[in-house]
T-cell receptor, first 116, second 111 residues
Framework: DTGVSQNPRHKITKRGQNVTFRCDPI?????LYWYRQTLGQGPEFLTY????????KSRLLSDRFSAERPKGSFSTLEIQRTEQGDSAMYLC??????????????FGSGTRLTVV | GQQVMQIPQYQHVQEGEDFTTYCNSS?????IQWYKQRPGGHPVFLIQLVKSGEVKKQKRLTFQFGEAKKNSSLHITATQTTDVGTYFCAGERDSNYQLIWGAGTKLIIKP
C-alpha cells in the first residue's frame, strides 16, 4: 500500500458542470476525510467517514456537494453545478481510529479543481 | 465556535537561525498534531502529542504540549533550506475526534 491516492490530479471544468473526484485511502485505515484548501490557507473540513458511515458534514458545505464511501473502501466527492468559488485543492486523508485514539492523518496529493 | 489560533502567519529567518510557531486553543484538546506542507505539496504528519506537558523531539524539531492541553509549540533549531514550508497544528477534540486546524505558519528562509 503506497498511501492515499487521489484522482484526477487536476481538473478544469466550465461553470455549471458537475465534477467527481476519487480517493483511495490506506486500506487499513477506517476513517476517511475530505478537505478543501485554497492558496495560503489551512485545510478546510468538508466531511468524513468512519468505515462506510458519513459521520459529519461541514455546515459550510452546500447541497451541491455530496460524498460517498460505498463498502467503506474508496470515496467519491461530487460537486454539482460548479461555481468559480469552488476552485481549490481538494484533499483526501485517511487515518486509523482505534480505541478512541487517532494515529494521525495521511493525506493524498489532492485534486486541483479550476472552474472557468 | 471552537478555534485553534496559530501565530505567526509568516516567519522569515536566515538559514541557521531558529524558528518557533505557537498554537492556542479556546478549549482543552485531547491531543494535538503537527503537520508540514511543502510548497505545492500536501500536509504530512509530523507528530502527535497527547499528554499534558509532553515534550517530544525529532532531530532539530521540538514539540511541546501545554500543561492545560490548550496550547502547543513547535521549535526548529538551526533552520535549513529543507525546513521551508508551512507548519500546521491541528487539535483534536474529544466530542467527535475531529481535528481543528490552525491557519499555519509559513517558514521562509531569507536568501
Amino acid at each position: 500500500d503506497t498511501g492515499v491516492s487521489q484522482n484526477p490530479r487536476h481538473k478544469i471544468t466550465k461553470r455549471g458542470q458537475n465534477v467527481t473526484f476519487r480517493c483511495d485511502p490506506i486500506s487499513e485505515h477506517n476513517r476517511l476525510y475530505w478537505y478543501r484548501q485554497t492558496l495560503g490557507q489551512g485545510p478546510e473540513f468538508l466531511t468524513y467517514f468512519q468505515n462506510e458511515a458519513q459521520l459529519e458534514k461541514s455546515r459550510l458545505l452546500s447541497d451541491r456537494f455530496s460524498a460517498e464511501r460505498p463498502k467503506g473502501s474508496f470515496s467519491t466527492l461530487e460537486i454539482q453545478r460548479t461555481e468559480q468559488g469552488d476552485s481549490a485543492m481538494y484533499l483526501c486523508a485517511s487515518s486509523l481510529m482505534m480505541e478512541w485514539k487517532d494515529y494521525g492523518y495521511t493525506f493524498g496529493s489532492g485534486t486541483r479543481l479550476t472552474v472557468v | 465556535g471552537q478555534q485553534v489560533m496559530q501565530i505567526p502567519q509568516y516567519q522569515h529567518v536566515q538559514e541557521g537561525e531558529d524558528f518557533t510557531t505557537y498554537c492556542n486553543s479556546s478549549t482543552t484538546l485531547s491531543n494535538i498534531q503537527w503537520y508540514k506542507q511543502r510548497p505545492g505539496g500536501h500536509p504530512v504528519f509530523l507528530i502527535q502529542l497527547v499528554k499534558s506537558g509532553e515534550v517530544k523531539k525529532q532531530k532539530r524539531l521540538t514539540f511541546q504540549f501545554g500543561e492545560a492541553k490548550k496550547n502547543s509549540s513547535l521549535h526548529i533549531t538551526a533552520t535549513q533550506t529543507t525546513d521551508v514550508g508551512t507548519y500546521f497544528c491541528a487539535g483534536e477534540r474529544d466530542s467527535n475526534y475531529q481535528l481543528i486546524w490552525g491557519a499555519g505558519t509559513k517558514l521562509i528562509i531569507k536568501p
